[in-house]
C-alpha cells in the first residue's frame, strides 16, 4: 500500500488497481485515493494497464515467468511494468 499512496498523491488524475493474494490489506488499499482493491488470480482481470508495478514481490512466487506472462497480457501498447527485487549479495554474510 505504501508505492500506491504515493503514487495516489503524486499521479491524481491516474485510476489505481491494488492486487493481493489475500484480503488482509483491503482496507488500507481501498482507503487511497482512486484506488480499487483486487483479491486473486489476474486471470479474473478483463482490464488492460499503462504500468504494472512489482516491489519485492518476484521473489515470493514459484514461478515467477509465467507471473511476467500473465501481467505483460495485461499491458496496454505502450505499458510497462516495473520491478524491484531485493538484491541477495547485500546483507549476506561472509
Do not use: Y
Not at 489505481?16 to 488470480?41: M, S, V, Y
Not at 511494468?81 to 554474510?93: D, T
Amino acid at each position: 500500500g505504501s508505492f500506491l499512496k504515493k503514487f495516489s498523491a503524486d499521479k491524481r488524475g491516474w485510476n489505481l488497481l491494488g492486487t493481493e493474494f489475500d484480503n488482509k490489506n483491503q482496507a488500507l488499499i481501498e482507503a487511497i485515493p482512486n484506488t480499487r482493491f483486487h483479491c486473486g488470480d489476474l486471470k479474473q482481470i478483463e482490464r488492460k494497464f499503462d504500468l504494472i508495478v512489482a516491489i519485492h514481490l518476484l521473489e515470493h512466487i514459484f514461478d515467477p515467468i509465467s507471473l511476467l506472462r500473465e501481467c505483460a497480457g495485461k499491458l496496454t501498447d505502450d505499458g510497462r511494468i516495473f520491478l524491484q527485487v531485493p538484491n541477495v549479495k547485500i546483507g549476506r554474510a561472509h
